[in-house]
């Protein structure tokens, strides 16, 4: 008889909720409303000051990234903060020929028609100019030091909790954000020399908005629409 291989399980340690706040009723409702009156002043910008941004903060945004829900709490992330203004132009000439054949071979005509509201276009000054490109990379396994491969779960997922995360977290500092997503996106792979386990998922522009930013007139579907009560 053969005995099936098993992985050794770790006996989990559990301590008391620390730090859970409950608030009233009525400041419970206060803080919703705060809350959402603040995201939704939220706007993707695509016109960026070159004012330089304190990279403290950057860093306890990412902090604030990094304590998202995920698969297994494998944590299936990897973020790199670009600052240097030689990387910034390689990644601006690569993201630009990928995003000229989207536009002018690629994208199917109703995508083109879909993007129209937002002004888009295949140039993006803003890779340079902007004081910090985030590439996000989603890790489908983790690599131990004798090679062995740890899988990761509900990857995709995870990254883009996270994503979201990292979004509110610079919002909330104040500074302004564009998720770009240059596709395909491997050549981040290339410049910034990230492993092939690691798979890039968006690429977030990150800044003051220049003084003057213009952006679309859109707006978000009302509640009735996103939501159902049951
Ligand atoms: N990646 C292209 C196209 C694009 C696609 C979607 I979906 C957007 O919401 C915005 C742009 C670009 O960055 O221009």
Redesign the pocket.
């Known amino acids: 008889m053969t005995t099936p291989m098993t992985t050794p399980t770790t006996t989990p340690t559990f301590i008391p909720l620390p730090d859970y706040h409950e608030y009233s009723p009525e400041e419970m409702a206060q803080r919703a409303a705060a809350f959402y009156a603040d995201i939704r002043r939220r706007r993707t910008v695509r016109d960026f000051s070159p004012r330089p941004v304190p990279l403290a903060v950057i860093e306890d945004c990412l902090r604030a990234a990094g304590t998202a829900p995920n698969g297994a709490n494998l944590q299936p992330w990897h973020f790199v903060v670009v600052g240097d203004p030689a990387v910034k132009r390689e990644i601006r000439l690569a993201a630009e020929a990928e995003?000229r054949e989207?536009y002018e071979r690629r994208a199917p005509q109703a995508w083109l028609e879909a993007?129209a509201p937002?002004g888009?276009d295949p140039n993006k000054p803003f890779l340079e100019s902007a004081p910090y490109l985030i590439a996000i990379f989603a890790r489908s396994y983790d690599l131990l030091p004798d090679g062995r491969k740890v899988r990761h779960y509900y990857v995709q997922e995870s990254v883009g909790i996270a994503t979201g995360f990292l979004i509110a977290a610079l919002h909330h500092a104040g500074l302004a954000s564009l998720t770009?997503?240059?596709?395909p996106m491997n050549f981040l792979n290339q410049i910034l020399a990230r492993p092939g386990h690691e798979r890039p998922f968006l690429l977030l522009v990150v800044g003051y908005p220049a003084g003057e930013a213009q952006v679309p007139l859109i707006s978000k579907k009302p509640l009735a629409e996103i939501a159902t009560f049951i």
Do not use: A, N
């Open positions: 995003e989207f993007l937002l888009t770009h997503t240059p596709s």
